[in-house]
């Protein structure tokens, strides 16, 4: 599919750099795991790829970077562990709440291999959008990182309705990025990246490996294509759309890559780079 890669348009390559350096010398990080990173095919919770998440985050511990988790999973674990039809969103709200404690304990677990605490916080989209409860929300963020604590960030399902709902970790991760002065979002999936069709299905499909004035011709290409031919990625790039015309990185990767978290770090070309709409200008 090589021929289609001037449709997308590309990133100059010193800008590129630039944003990639930008994400390494992050000091705070907010990091999103999707449910596929962290379930396996029947929908189980998956200890060894959620051992393997700990692991990446302690890689940034250890270098001294705060890290906020927004995690995907919790309905996932749940329909693994009940045996109960799911197609409402009654039963999504139940399943959550099955699996809310499954995730937290696997997370408690797991960080527990490195002495690191972890705190749970699960938020609707009212505490993202009223001034009053989100600073409360900030302030406990913070006080959290006082402490060395990495806070676990997911949507509270379980009180969540099609009115009030955040409706996807992706944006979450987003706006709780902007909503704490991170320096970096990585978003953990399933591929490595945003590409030109799905590689899953495509075995032609390129890398886009930076998002910056391309994003429209990236935006036309992800969606063009059939409902479900890109997954999930339209608000993977939306989310990282919204942080780089912030002042902020974001980083689309695979969650299974070695050290990805501590490779995206050492500004080693993993993944799709969203170029800050600053680096843009000042490049």
Same mark, same amino acid.
């Given at each position: 599919?090589?021929? *289609?890669?001037?449709?997308?348009?590309?990133?100059?390559?010193?800008?590129?750099?630039? /944003?990639?350096? %930008?994400?390494?010398?992050?000091?705070? @990080?907010?990091?999103?795991? $999707?449910?596929?990173?962290?379930?396996?095919?029947?929908?189980?919770?998956?200890?060894?790829?959620?051992?393997?998440?700990?692991?990446?985050?302690?890689?940034?511990?250890?270098?001294?970077?705060?890290? &906020? &988790?927004?995690?995907?999973?919790?309905?996932?674990?749940?329909?693994?562990?009940?045996? #109960?039809?799911?197609?409402?969103?009654? /039963?999504?709200?139940? &399943?959550?709440?099955? $699996?809310?404690?499954?995730?937290?304990?696997?997370?408690? /677990?797991?960080?527990?291999?490195?002495? %690191?605490?972890?705190? %749970?916080?699960?938020?609707?989209?009212?505490?993202? #959008?009223?001034? *009053?409860?989100?600073?409360?929300?900030?302030?406990? @963020?913070?006080?959290?990182?006082?402490?060395?604590?990495?806070?676990?960030?997911?949507?509270?399902?379980?009180?969540?309705?099609?009115?009030? %709902?955040?409706?996807?970790?992706?944006?979450?991760?987003? =706006?709780?990025?902007?909503?704490?002065? =991170?320096?970096?979002?990585?978003?953990?999936?399933?591929?490595?990246?945003?590409?030109?069709?799905?590689?899953?299905?495509?075995?032609?499909?390129?890398?886009?490996? /930076?998002? $910056?004035?391309?994003?429209?011709?990236?935006?036309?290409?992800?969606?063009?294509?059939?409902? =479900? *031919?890109?997954? $999930?990625?339209?608000t993977k790039v939306e989310g990282g759309?919204?942080?780089?015309?912030?002042?902020?990185?974001?980083v689309i990767a695979d969650s299974q890559?070695?050290q990805v978290l501590d490779r995206i770090?050492?500004?080693?070309?993993?993944?799709?780079?969203?170029?800050? *709409?600053?680096?843009?200008?000042?490049?």
């Open positions: 599919m090589s021929e *289609e890669a001037p449709a997308v348009g590309s990133v100059p390559e010193a800008v590129e750099t630039a /944003a990639r350096e %930008q994400a390494a010398a992050a000091g705070r @990080v907010v990091v999103k795991a $999707g449910t596929n990173s962290l379930t396996d095919s029947e929908s189980r919770l998956d200890r060894v790829k959620l051992d393997k998440l700990v692991t990446d985050v302690m890689d940034l511990r250890e270098r001294g970077t705060e890290v &906020l &988790l927004v995690s995907s999973g919790a309905v996932g674990a749940g329909r693994g562990r009940v045996d #109960e039809p799911t197609d409402s969103v009654v /039963a999504s709200q139940a &399943l959550s709440t099955v $699996g809310q404690s499954d995730l937290m304990a696997g997370y408690t /677990a797991s960080f527990d291999r490195y002495d %690191q605490k972890v705190a %749970q916080m699960l938020l609707t989209e009212d505490d993202l #959008e009223d001034p *009053e409860r989100f600073r409360n929300v900030r302030s406990t @963020v913070e006080t959290l990182f006082d402490w060395g604590v990495v806070p676990v960030v997911n949507e509270n399902d379980a009180v969540a309705t099609e009115e009030i %709902q955040i409706g996807d970790n992706d944006m979450l991760s987003a =706006a709780v990025a902007m909503g704490v002065d =991170a320096d970096l979002l990585v978003i953990l999936t399933d591929v490595g990246g945003v590409y030109t069709s799905n590689p899953k299905r495509d075995p032609d499909a390129e890398l886009i490996t /930076a998002v $910056g004035d391309n994003y429209e011709s990236v935006q036309r290409v992800i969606g063009g294509g059939a409902g =479900a *031919e890109f997954g $999930g990625i339209r759309r919204d942080v780089s015309r912030s002042g902020m990185p974001a890559e070695r770090v050492a500004s080693k070309p993993v993944g799709t780079v969203f170029v800050p *709409e600053e680096g843009e200008t000042d490049a």
